[in-house]
């Protein structure tokens, strides 16, 4: 089986080619450490967005519409307060239409690599970003720490693994998110009408006029769709619906993650996830995108304010010279 790693130049921007049988993949480390492309070379997968004509400038203002972006403290928070077991943060508002703050700062910064490695069956790059007072944002999050993403490519597929490391004297708030850019369709001959997108959803997340989570509810005819893998919507305009994710038994564990199926031919893509995250967003940017983004997340939009003890809203802590850790394994069929 052929694994390699190669540093290249894409758009004049430094990247890493990884390859490993079927796959290869596209990382740009000083772009959020983004995992611009994984195709599946064996059956013709482009399996996230990805186009080759667009220069880096573009992905850069617009990195939530390519590949595999990293988000810390994930979208909406309202008026840009952001509450702690400790302290109050206030945050610059960036949706000033809503007058939110929204997606934090990390897929906006350059890591470092500071591992390569090429196993038997293994191409394995990681990555680091060092948060502190040189981060403009800063003054707004004083709590120093480090991110590592660590992306392992075989055979098998697409391993990604992020771990944060409070390096401060405060409590750290947890809230991360990775709004996968899937190709849809795959391949320029299909339809969008021919895929459907399949999720263990449990609840619907209701959003209010702001997108601010209000409330926890049971499916409608609407969302039960994703639940048999019959989405008719991929063709509409999709603006965040959100779900909590359910554990579905497998014969050797538990499932969390979705499908996105091309229902003629049968080629899926897929993505497991950990137990951290409990949430996941569909949305599309308007319909006339050749891309569906959807978005497993560790917390409920605006956890961090949501003051109701009984909705549960996957808001987590991390403590002084503590990790926490979050793993997705991506993969074709």
Same mark, same amino acid.
């Given at each position: 089986m052929k694994v390699s790693i190669k540093e290249i130049k894409h758009k004049g921007e430094p990247c890493i080619k990884m390859t490993a049988g079927k796959y290869t993949a596209l990382l740009?480390?000083?772009?959020? &450490?983004?995992?611009?492309? !994984?195709?599946?070379?064996?059956?013709?997968? #482009?399996? $996230?967005?990805?186009?080759?004509?667009?220069? @880096?400038?573009?992905?850069?203002? #617009?990195?939530? $519409?390519?590949?595999?972006?990293?988000?810390?403290?994930?979208?909406? %928070?309202?008026?840009?307060?952001?509450?702690?077991?400790?302290?109050?943060?206030?945050?610059?508002?960036?949706?000033?239409?809503?007058?939110?703050?929204?997606?934090?700062? !990390?897929h906006l910064r350059e890591f470092k690599v500071i591992h390569k490695e090429i196993t038997d069956t293994s191409a394995i790059v990681k990555t680091q970003y060092i948060y502190n007072s040189?981060?403009?944002? +800063?003054?707004?999050?004083?709590?120093? $720490?480090?991110?590592?993403?660590?992306?392992?490519?075989?055979?098998?597929? !697409?391993?990604?693994?992020?771990?944060?490391?409070?390096?401060?004297?405060? @409590?750290?708030?947890?809230?991360?998110?990775?709004?996968?850019?899937?190709?849809?369709?795959?391949?320029?001959?299909?339809?969008?009408?021919?895929?459907?997108?399949?999720?263990?959803?449990?609840?619907?997340?209701?959003?209010?006029?702001?997108?601010?989570?209000?409330? %926890?509810?049971? %499916?409608?005819?609407?969302?039960?769709?994703?639940?048999?893998?019959?989405?008719?919507?991929?063709?509409?305009?999709?603006?965040?619906?959100?779900? %909590?994710?359910?554990?579905?038994?497998?014969?050797?564990?538990?499932?969390?993650?979705?499908? !996105?199926?091309?229902? #003629?031919?049968?080629?899926?893509?897929?993505?497991?996830?950990?137990?951290?995250?409990?949430?996941?967003?569909?949305?599309?940017?308007?319909?006339?995108?050749?891309?569906?983004?959807?978005?497993?997340?560790?917390?409920?939009?605006?956890?961090?304010?949501?003051?109701?003890?009984?909705?549960?809203?996957?808001?987590?802590?991390?403590?002084?010279?503590?990790?926490?850790?979050?793993?997705?394994? +991506?993969? &074709?069929?």
């Amino acid at each position: 089986m052929k694994v390699s790693i190669k540093e290249i130049k894409h758009k004049g921007e430094p990247c890493i080619k990884m390859t490993a049988g079927k796959y290869t993949a596209l990382l740009a480390p000083t772009v959020g &450490s983004n995992m611009l492309r !994984l195709r599946d070379n064996k059956n013709n997968i #482009e399996m $996230f967005h990805f186009d080759v004509k667009a220069q @880096m400038k573009f992905v850069k203002k #617009e990195p939530l $519409f390519f590949g595999l972006p990293t988000l810390y403290l994930p979208n909406q %928070l309202s008026d840009g307060i952001l509450k702690t077991s400790d302290a109050i943060y206030k945050l610059p508002i960036n949706e000033p239409k809503r007058n939110n703050h929204i997606h934090g700062f !990390l897929h906006l910064r350059e890591f470092k690599v500071i591992h390569k490695e090429i196993t038997d069956t293994s191409a394995i790059v990681k990555t680091q970003y060092i948060y502190n007072s040189d981060d403009e944002f +800063y003054q707004y999050l004083p709590i120093d $720490f480090k991110a590592e993403i660590i992306f392992t490519l075989t055979d098998k597929g !697409l391993f990604y693994q992020l771990e944060l490391t409070n390096n401060s004297d405060k @409590m750290m708030p947890v809230g991360v998110a990775t709004p996968t850019a899937l190709q849809c369709p795959f391949s320029r001959k299909h339809n969008k009408l021919d895929y459907a997108l399949s999720i263990p959803a449990k609840n619907k997340c209701e959003l209010n006029n702001r997108h601010l989570s209000s409330t %926890l509810a049971d %499916l409608g005819s609407y969302d039960e769709k994703y639940l048999t893998g019959n989405t008719e919507t991929l063709e509409n305009n999709i603006d965040d619906d959100m779900y %909590l994710l359910e554990k579905v038994p497998l014969k050797n564990g538990y499932y969390k993650g979705f499908e !996105l199926v091309h229902t #003629e031919s049968e080629h899926k893509v897929c993505c497991e996830v950990s137990k951290e995250y409990d949430f996941i967003i569909v949305g599309n940017f308007g319909r006339n995108h050749r891309f569906i983004s959807s978005e497993p997340t560790s917390w409920m939009i605006n956890a961090p304010n949501i003051t109701d003890n009984n909705m549960y809203t996957g808001y987590r802590e991390i403590a002084p010279n503590k990790k926490f850790t979050a793993k997705q394994y +991506y993969y &074709s069929v």
